[in-house]
């Protein structure tokens, strides 16, 4: 700390030189100098006429007296005129201004900063004043002394939110299995690591991220996120009257004034926009349910027969991106990679490669874990 403070006081000091030394520099009176000039000009334009005869030798020596007496006044005027008292105080007062900045800067620092104040917690200097920090400044400062306090929970907890607020979802997830392994697990870190994972698989509900949104359901099964995340997921798997039916319930036990909504009643108007599930479209919820009762041959019969009806029905509906959607779930969730990559590739081949539709479509896979075979 010594050392640092020698070292500034040695460059403030530097600096101040380079600025006064021309101002220590006698400056002359650039008016009077010119003028000396002129008159000399003039005593030569004297003796140039009195050789060519223009004026009698009686003429040039008046003539020179008075131009010689103009040159001692200027010389005088030089030295102790008004101009030369003014360039005196001009440089004292530059020379007093430089000086005293720096001096009265590092005073008022030492009287109002405190530059022996250690670091302060995280939490302490977050909540501390935020209204003095941007979002950047936060997020830089958080992460500083993370690397350095790695078990830190409730630096984790501060940070998992804001990394998701600002759209860091890969980080977010770090952060909140963090923060669930150091404070542990409630209703909001589980909401928190579903809604990352969410966004990390291209606003996806995969399995692992429903399975964050059921266990805060486990701690508040009034969470609003936790419930518009899982309505979310049936009609991501093509059940839109459940998730539905959902919404309406969560929008009814909400408070008017919540920000949750305006997204319901977005996610309402998109499914009802969405084209009734065909014939051939997969195995629907209800019929998933009615084959409970089938042996388990049977129920993997009927399932099987479904998604082979929805394979073909995709083969002369290429363009149906929704049922590409279905198809490559149906065949995940029978465990069959193989199939949901040929029929991902099929389904970007039919949407076309360059495609909004086809590149949404390889994001819902990813979310999935399903991947474009590597010979592509």
Not at 78 to 99: F, M, N, Q, W, Y
Not at 282 to 301: F, K, N, V, Y
Request: charge should be negative; hydrophobic fraction near 45%.
């Amino acid at each position: 700390m010594i050392a640092f403070w020698i070292a500034a006081a040695l460059m403030t000091a530097a600096a101040c030189l380079a600025v006064i030394w021309p101002f220590l520099r006698p400056q002359p009176s650039l008016e009077a100098g010119h003028d000396v000039e002129i008159y000399r000009d003039q005593l030569s334009e004297i003796d140039r006429d009195m050789m060519r005869g223009a004026i009698s030798p009686a003429e040039a020596d008046e003539a020179k007296t008075e131009i010689s007496r103009r040159i001692l006044r200027a010389a005088e005027d030089r030295a102790t005129g008004p101009e030369h008292a003014d360039g005196k105080l001009t440089r004292v007062v530059a020379s007093l201004a430089i000086l005293l900045v720096p001096v009265l800067g590092l005073g008022g620092y030492l009287y109002l900063g405190s530059p022996a104040m250690p670091d302060q917690a995280l939490a302490v200097r977050l909540e501390a004043n935020p209204s003095t920090n941007t979002i950047d400044e936060l997020i830089a400062r958080a992460e500083r002394h993370l690397v350095e306090n790695p078990q830190d929970g409730r630096g984790w907890d501060v940070l998992a939110p804001i990394y998701l607020r600002v759209g860091r979802a890969e980080d977010a997830v770090i952060a909140f299995r963090n923060t669930i392994s150091l404070n542990g697990s409630n209703a909001a870190r589980e909401a928190g690591l579903g809604d990352a994972l969410f966004r990390v698989a291209g606003n996806v509900v995969t399995a692992e991220s429903r399975e964050a949104f059921e266990r805060a359901l486990g701690y508040d099964g009034a969470d609003p996120k936790a419930r518009f995340f899982l309505a979310l997921a049936l009609a991501q798997q093509g059940d839109t009257a459940s998730a539905a039916e959902r919404w309406r319930a969560l929008s009814d036990d909400l408070p008017q004034d919540s920000p949750w909504r305006g997204t319901i009643v977005q996610a309402l108007e998109r499914v009802r926009e969405a084209p009734a599930p065909q014939p051939g479209s997969g195995p629907t919820a209800e019929e998933i349910e009615a084959s409970a009762d089938m042996t388990q041959e049977d129920r993997a019969a009927m399932i099987e027969g479904m998604v082979a009806q929805l394979a073909e029905r995709m083969r002369d509906n290429p363009d149906d991106a929704a049922g590409w959607q279905r198809l490559i779930r149906s065949y995940s969730v029978l465990g069959r990679a193989d199939d949901a990559r040929a029929a991902l590739q099929s389904g970007v081949e039919g949407l076309g490669a360059e495609s909004s539709a086809a590149q949404e479509l390889i994001g819902f896979a990813a979310g999935l874990g399903i991947e474009l075979p590597e010979s592509r």
